[in-house]
Nanobody, 120 residues
Framework: QVQLVESGGGVVRAGGSLRLSCLVS????????MAWYRQAPGKQRELVAR???????NYGDSVLGRFTISRDNAKNTVYLQMNSLKPEDTAVYYC??????????????WGRGTRVTVSS
C-alpha cells in the first residue's frame, strides 16, 4: 500500500509565501515523476509543477517564476515553494507520484490534498 500525505497549506496574505510538502510512504521500489496539481472551486484540476526522477522540472504558466518544485529522494518527499502568492492561487493542492511498488506494479497515486487560501 502506498500513501501520499501533503502538509503545509494554510491561509496567507497576497504577496506571502508557503511551502508545501508531500511524503510518499509504503511499499515503494522506485518513485519516478512527482507533481503538484491544484483545484480551485468550480474549476478543473490543473498541473502546477512537475519534477522527474532526474530533477527536470516544468511549471504551469500561471506559476512560472513564482513557484519552485523540488524533491528529496532520500526522504521520498516532494516540495513546492510558493512565493508572491496571489488570491487566484487559492485552491486545494494535490500531490501526485508515478511510482513502482516493491511488487513491481506501476501506480499513479494521489494525496488527499492540502488547502491554500490567499487573502487579498
Amino acid at each position: 500500500q502506498v500513501q501520499l500525505v501533503e502538509s503545509g497549506g494554510g491561509v496567507v496574505r497576497a504577496g506571502g509565501s508557503l511551502r508545501l510538502s508531500c511524503l510518499v510512504s509504503g511499499n515503494i521500489f522506485r518513485i519516478n515523476g512527482m507533481a503538484w496539481y491544484r483545484q480551485a472551486p468550480g474549476k478543473q484540476r490543473e498541473l502546477v509543477a512537475r519534477i522527474t526522477e532526474g530533477e527536470r522540472t516544468n511549471y504551469g504558466d500561471s506559476v512560472l517564476g513564482r513557484f519552485t518544485i523540488s524533491r528529496d529522494n532520500a526522504k521520498n518527499t516532494v516540495y513546492l515553494q510558493m512565493n508572491s502568492l496571489k488570491p487566484e492561487d487559492t485552491a486545494v493542492y494535490y500531490c501526485n507520484a508515478d511510482l513502482t511498488t516493491s511488487g513491481l506494479v506501476y501506480l499513479s497515486s494521489w494525496g488527499r490534498g492540502t488547502r491554500v487560501t490567499v487573502s487579498s
